[in-house]
């Protein structure tokens, strides 16, 4: 995102949406000259693009404004932006250094407490932008994503290649879900990155761009995530996650039931293709 010849080369969900007439908007309540965000936003095709600079909200953390603040103006604001709509909401109350002044029932003071207070602060005030939701006249015909950019080593302080710290939420709700689909879980193995060919698969649209992109409700996609940190990689799939770290060259973790060698081996082959492709694609761009 601060590289300027990389990013303006990746596919953008917003630029893809417009091929179908949707117009796209962005609700931030922080500083988006961040990681170069504002300029990266523009790039991927966003009509409209709100921030700490545009909007004038009242309390707010080191990151931005609490959450209910803007919950409340996305509300009141997509009422009068051209349908159909993607509307981005991204939240920051619940994001270290867990600064917000909010006491959700969890005594003390040091960091996991603050994690725990605005996480839930944060889940219980988006409850709220739920049922406010559906009173709005796009609710019925909206579908809405809640999903995390990343997960945290709190509370149980996780070490940074542990899988559990890298396990998010990925819920589908609103108006226009289908009732056979409310309340079901799909047990397929995806990522953050997925995100662009499930929305896209949803409208019967071109995902060919977003090339590490899958669609889990295709039941010809496969079933798999791969994460990445400092000296290391976790790849984890319907059957096994193994953990690799790159400055021992071996396996430090490996979960399955059982599976013969030959099939960690082939997972393990996979972890290290899929890194060698993304740091090449990197270099390339």
Known sequence: MNTFEKYDKLPGLSAALKVDGYYSAYYYSGDL?????GSYLQSTGFD????????A?????????????????NLAHMESIPRPFFSLLMTATSHEPFDADVHEGFEGEEEPDRYRNTVHYTDRVM??????AQTKSWYDSSLIFIV????????????IDEVERYHIPFLITG????????????????????????????????????????NVFDPAAPSFAFYAFENGFGIVDDQQTLIYNTDLKEL????NSGLPPQAIDIALIKGKAYLQKLMQDYVEY
């Open 33 to 37: 000259a961040y990681a170069n965000m």
């Open 127 to 132: 409850g709220d932008y739920m049922e406010e």
């Open 252 to 255: 430090i973790a490996v979960f």
């Open 57 to 73: 909200f009242k309390h707010r953390t080191h990151w931005g404004a609490y959450d209910e603040e803007l919950f409340d103006y």
């Open 175 to 214: 108006g226009a879900l289908k009732d056979e689909f409310r309340g079901k879980i799909n047990h397929r193995v995806a990522s953050q990155v997925d995100f662009p060919a499930i929305v896209l698969g949803q409208l019967g649209l071109n995902a060919a761009p977003f090339n590490y992109s899958k």
């Open 148 to 159: 995390s950019d990343h997960a945290h080593r709190f509370p149980y302080d996780r070490t």
């Open 48 to 55: 409209l693009i709100l921030g700490e600079s545009k909007v």
